[in-house]
């Protein structure tokens, strides 16, 4: 969920006309497409979570089958007929650990936890306002605004919450800096993406680093303003980006050493969205000042190895032109087959496109509303 000054009194007064009637919301009946199948490596296909209408409960889950090349849509409902609001509010982030999916459903307060061969749900956790999900040494991590969704200039710091694998229950927590966004696991430290978002006027600028053994925050490394996605590459550096101010403070991407934890390079694209694969980042500029109304629209390619912007774009022409707001990136690990989502009108079902890695399109399938977030399902072994 994007968190623009703009946007958030939009949900704000999404908020209030749709709260009446939220228990009213069918359940979404699941719905399956047959597309091109595709030889399954050691990842058998992918999770997709659409967030949905803030206060409409249009959150959703859907699944691709490499080797059937069937696309499901809507599993959630079909898997979990009791719950009566579907997945919930906002679909915010998803990732698959083992043999379960975490999926953070913003403004319904919860992680689901389903079971990643039938997405039946295994538990609810409660956590507010929750963002992105990450894990690694056997447990998952989830940040959290940790406050009610509106701008507000003394909005609590955030924190990440540490749930146990097992009993799926939060163990420890931490504090980092406010409305915290991304996050990743390299060794024995978290990385942490501050935004500030709740307050234009003063946004948070720090990647905070946590100590995963004590579970306390080391240090905040100091990036630029309003911090957002947040990727490790193969070298171990990571790559976080700046939404900028939407006015004068453009977005930009920065590369982190985490040997030394200092800032070491400066990429002066936008960035609304970032895949890492193989040796390269994938980086989708989606970039709206509200000084000139306009919108400018990049697909760019970093060679992570030499850091280095490649003069070619990772998207054709001929798909670019058809996508309306580019909005979820996700490139396979093995295959590097690129997927990409349109979230078109913010209101509608959108589109997923699948590209080789020669930029040859293999299909395109309708999803559900915003499509965002997408997770690999490895082989069980």
Not at 27 to 41: A, D, G, N, R, Y
Not at 190 to 208: F, H, I, K, W
Not at 306 to 313: D, I, K
Request: glycine content about 8%; proline content about 3%; some cysteine.
């Amino acid at each position: 969920m994007k968190t623009t000054k703009k946007n958030l009194i939009l949900l704000i007064v999404v908020i209030s006309s749709f709260t009446s009637c939220q228990g009213d919301d069918p359940i979404i009946k699941e719905e399956i497409v047959e597309l091109p199948s595709q030889t399954p490596t050691a990842v058998e296909g992918f999770y997709l979570l659409n967030e949905g209408n803030m206060s409409s409960n249009k959150a959703s889950l859907d699944y691709y089958d490499y080797k059937t090349g069937v696309y499901k849509r809507n599993i959630y409902s079909q898997a979990n007929p009791e719950a009566t609001l579907g997945l919930g509010d906002v679909g915010n982030d998803i990732a698959v650990y083992g043999n379960k999916i975490y999926a953070v459903i913003n403004n319904s307060n919860k992680v689901e936890v389903m079971d990643a061969k039938t997405a039946k749900r295994l538990k609810v956790i409660d956590l507010k306002n929750g963002r992105y999900v990450t894990f690694g040494n056997g447990k998952v991590y989830v940040s959290s605004y940790d406050g009610e969704i509106g701008l507000d200039n003394n909005t609590p710091n955030g924190f990440v919450a540490e749930i146990d694998t097992t009993s799926l229950n939060i163990g420890r927590t931490v504090k980092v800096g406010r409305q915290p966004e991304g996050l990743a696991v390299l060794g024995q430290k978290l990385y942490v993406a501050n935004s500030g978002g709740y307050n234009p006027t003063d946004y948070e600028r720090t990647v905070s680093v946590i100590d995963l053994k004590k579970f306390t925050k080391t240090k905040d490394i100091d990036v630029a303003i309003n911090l957002n996605r947040l990727k490790v590459d193969s070298d171990g550096d990571i790559y976080v980006s700046s939404r900028g101010d939407y006015y004068s403070i453009a977005s930009k991407l920065f590369v982190i050493d985490s040997k030394t934890d200092l800032v070491k390079k400066t990429f002066d694209i936008a960035c609304a969205n970032l895949w890492i694969a193989g040796d390269q980042a994938y980086v989708i500029g989606s970039e709206f000042n509200y000084t000139t109304f306009e919108n400018v629209i990049t697909y760019s390619l970093i060679n992570t190895k030499t850091e280095t912007l490649l003069p070619q774009s990772f998207l054709p022409k001929s798909v670019s032109d058809l996508i309306t707001t580019p909005y979820g990136i996700a490139v396979d690990p093995i295959s590097f087959n690129i997927y990409i989502t349109d979230a078109g009108d913010y209101v509608s079902p959108g589109k997923l496109y699948c590209l080789d890695k020669d930029g040859n399109t293999k299909f395109t399938v309708t999803t559900g509303d915003i499509p965002a977030h997408i997770a690999f399902k490895q082989k069980f072994k």
